[in-house]
């Protein structure tokens, strides 16, 4: 392709600045062809673009082969950053100022590195001087640990009483469609317990509007799930075709014009349960 240097694959993204200078040559270079299931380290480069929070890869891929979903696809299957280049960059991100990190990747919970699972990388980074607060971005349901609890709980603890859970739909008929690996109850009672464990928690999640198959019944279901358990907020996904998933070759595809209803009325309920948390955390 003409105007093209470098085909740089997304597993070396972010260690982009390696490549640039380097002499140029008539065909472009492909810096990765295949995407591997070793460990995978990332350079340190450049400052934080916030001054007191940073986003920490620790994570990326994922095999829970999920109906809708490309990401085993087109990032890979799960893998883990090596602890020791993962704690290096936490350190240094101390070091210029950052406060908070958030803890990034498709699929966090998974963590396994150097025979280190999430929970003791979490409890490691507690360990970094200078280093105040913690916070997970999304984590699945089934990958995480309730020893995350009483930490969340402590308020001398970096780890923030926070967690986002994609739930993708309230109704285990859509769930089973999805190829989730749990049924709602299981999650359910999970959210109870940890909300009743870590005060002043904020639980939010992910739903999804339209995925095939989905009848209005199931939709009421999703939304008087989201209202009825403790959850601080959602996000809101209208299903798309992704080529190459099961979802996309379905028969039953919801009606894009409904889709969208269903979205609006999902970040309606959203917008109405986001204020009531704000709310109830005046003067706490």
Known sequence: ????????????????????GE???DRPVVVRE??????FSLSINGDTPFEWRANLKVQD???????FCIIPFARGRA???AFDNLMEEARSLAARGVREVILTGVNVGTYQSEGRDFLAMVEALASVSCLARIRISSIEPTTIPEELFPLMADPGHPLLPYLHIPLQAGCDRTLDAMKRK????DVTAFIRKANDLVPNLCIGTDLMSGFPGETNDDFEQTCRTFLEEPFAYCHVFTFSERSGTLAARANDQVPMQERRRRSDRLRILSASKRHDFYEAQVGG
Do not use: H, P
């Open 1 to 20: 392709i003409q105007g093209v240097d470098y085909v740089i694959g997304n597993q070396d993204k972010m260690n982009l600045l390696e490549y640039i």
């Open 23 to 25: 002499e140029k040559t």
């Open 34 to 39: 295949r995407i591997d299931r070793e460990d």
């Open 61 to 67: 891929g994922c095999d829970f082969m999920c109906s």
């Open 79 to 81: 893998r883990s950053r």
């Open 182 to 185: 749990y049924q709602l109850d």
